[in-house]
């Protein structure tokens, strides 16, 4: 009998982030990425002010050279949309970002940034929706549940959870 996975839990569910590297990774191959790391962490890489306005597009690897029987490693460039009008402020950051990237890689992965004009499309996420407000019942409830804890900042943080929780709940 096989070991059951280190990452499933009792019921064979995995968390859909460790599902997703290997969705991604054959769509990565096609574009130069090794790895989903430079896709996945793009926005922490970046910074929130070039997060919503570039893309990585295509990490393009040069042909090896030999040099003596050796062969000469080169970085690679890569290809970054980027909208129009930040175009030329992330052009005065494409050293600095590099770095970045290199860091995460552990090696001098990338040489040189590439800049490509092209629109980004961003996702459109909608907004969670509010808890609807307890009703005289559910605060006497949710208070007495809380009356033994003296932590004043665990108790606040306890009686959001209660609202959120009691809140989004059907009434009975």
């Known amino acids: ?11 064979g569910a995995r968390p859909v982030a460790d599902l997703i590297p290997a969705l991604m990774r054959p769509a ?11 896709v996945a962490y793009w926005a922490d890489i970046v910074g929130a002010a070039y997060a919503d306005c570039t893309r990585p597009e ?10 003596g029987g050796e062969q000469a490693y080169e970085p690679a460039t890569l290809t970054v949309a ?11 950051e494409a050293a600095d970002i590099a770095r970045r990237i290199n860091a995460v890689y552990g090696f001098k992965a990338v040489g040189r940034i590439r800049i490509v004009q092209k629109p980004i499309t961003r996702i459109a996420v909608e907004p969670s929706p509010r808890p609807r407000a ?16 003296e932590n004043e900042g665990l108790k606040a943080a306890l009686e959001r959870l209660g609202r959120g929780v009691m809140g989004t709940e059907r009434r009975r």
């Open 1 to 11: 009998m096989s070991e059951p996975d280190a990452k499933a839990n009792r019921y």
């Open 28 to 38: 990565a191959k096609r574009r130069g990425f090794a790895s989903v790391d430079l």
């Open 82 to 92: 980027v909208e129009g009008s930040r175009a030329l402020l992330f052009q005065h």
């Open 134 to 149: 307890l009703s005289p019942a559910e605060e006497k409830r949710l208070a007495a549940s809380l009356d033994g804890i």
């Open 58 to 67: 295509r990490l393009t690897w040069p042909k090896r050279i030999e040099d």
